[in-house]
């Protein structure tokens, strides 16, 4: 997500930051943009990524034109969304970069990354299909998660303890895919660490 905040206190009981609204916005326009935001993130969160829009208006206590002029489409708002999870992700990569294990590093990473695809339904899905469309809102704000996982996955080819020819957009995809299989198979809460570690074999070297 570009210019991705971290998620305040994400992982220590404090309340999630919402990204921040263009600096020459009206007080009253940012306080309608931060509601839009924190109703759209439950909504979200309770009915999945295909929540109505209209609901999201009515429960941030403005019309559905002003939903619009903020978001023009619902890729953007999810796009604002996502942004909150992206900041940790990121924050994660720079840790990670210092790991003493490479392969490890680059491994609870993608489990953190199939971790946050999962806590919206629909986000996984969502993420696979503008994946190639750089025009998506969604789609762009994807590019410092790519840029991040591309260190990561290059410190550990250096290392010699992941192939060569895994480039980390098809790294991407698979991560998506198997947060998308969790998603669709709720009954089984430990598929997606079984499709990861099947995944992770295939990548090592030798």
């Known amino acids: 997500?570009?210019?991705?905040?971290?998620?305040g206190g994400a992982g220590n009981g404090g309340a999630a930051a919402l990204p921040a609204p263009p600096r020459t916005m009206r007080a009253d326009a940012r306080r309608n943009?931060?509601?839009l935001l924190t109703e759209?993130?439950?909504?979200?969160?309770?009915?999945?990524?295909?929540a109505s829009l209209e609901d999201v208006a009515r429960r941030a206590g403005?019309?559905?034109?002003?939903l619009y002029r903020h978001f023009p489409n619902r890729d953007a708002l999810l796009s604002a969304v996502?942004?909150?999870?992206?900041?940790?992700l990121l924050t994660r990569s720079h840790e990670l970069l210092h790991a003493p294990e490479p392969c490890a590093a680059l491994v609870t990473w993608l489990r953190e990354m199939v971790t946050h695809a999962g806590e919206y339904r629909g986000l996984a899905h969502a993420l696979m299909s503008v994946?190639?469309?750089?025009s998506s809102a969604l789609a762009r704000c994807s590019d410092p998660i790519r840029q991040a996982?591309?260190?990561?996955?290059a410190r550990a080819q250096q290392a010699g303890t992941v192939r060569e020819d895994v480039a980390i957009g098809d790294l991407l995809q698979l991560t998506h895919?198997?947060?998308?299989?969790?998603?669709?198979?709720?009954?089984?809460?430990?598929?997606?660490?079984?499709?990861?570690?099947l995944t992770l074999r295939g990548l090592k070297s030798g």
């Not at 759209?40 to 295909?50: K, N, P, V």
């Not at 998603?183 to 570690?197: F, I, Q, S, V, W």
């Open 40 to 50: 759209a993130r439950s909504a979200f969160a309770e009915h999945g990524t295909d």
């Open 149 to 153: 996982g591309g260190a990561l996955l």
């Open 62 to 66: 403005v019309g559905i034109g002003t």
């Open 33 to 35: 943009y931060e509601r």
């Open 82 to 88: 996502f942004e909150d999870a992206v900041g940790d």
């Open 1 to 7: 997500m570009v210019g991705a905040t971290s998620r």
């Open 177 to 197: 895919a198997i947060a998308l299989a969790a998603e669709e198979t709720p009954g089984d809460p430990e598929l997606a660490d079984r499709l990861l570690r």
């Open 131 to 134: 994946s190639h469309d750089q």
